[in-house]
């Protein structure tokens, strides 16, 4: 795991536990990211994303990381 992976986990993380409230502070490139790693397609239609832009938006190495994130978070429960 690097720094970004980190980043990313705890972001959604936060989100996760948080809700809305905790995604809605995050810059837009952490929201992008952390609605797919949530797989919270009605958060990326609130800030007017399809899911094909927010891949784009995030990055190969965010993207990449996103499906690891996810079921780490999903032990996590």
């Known amino acids: 795991m690097n ?3 980190e980043h990313l986990r705890r972001k ?3 989100a996760g536990r948080g809700g809305h409230d905790a995604w809605a502070v995050q ?7 952390v609605a797919l790693v949530l797989n919270r397609a009605d958060w ?4 007017q994303y399809t899911i094909a832009e927010a ?4 990055g ?6 996103i499906p ?5 978070l999903a032990e996590e429960e």
């Open 27 to 33: 810059s837009t490139g952490e929201k992008v990211a």
């Open 44 to 47: 990326l239609a609130e800030i």
């Open 12 to 14: 959604a993380h936060d």
């Open 60 to 65: 190969v190495e965010w993207v990449a990381m």
């Open 68 to 72: 690891q994130i996810a079921h780490q």
């Open 55 to 58: 891949i784009e938006r995030s």
């Open 3 to 5: 720094d970004r992976y």
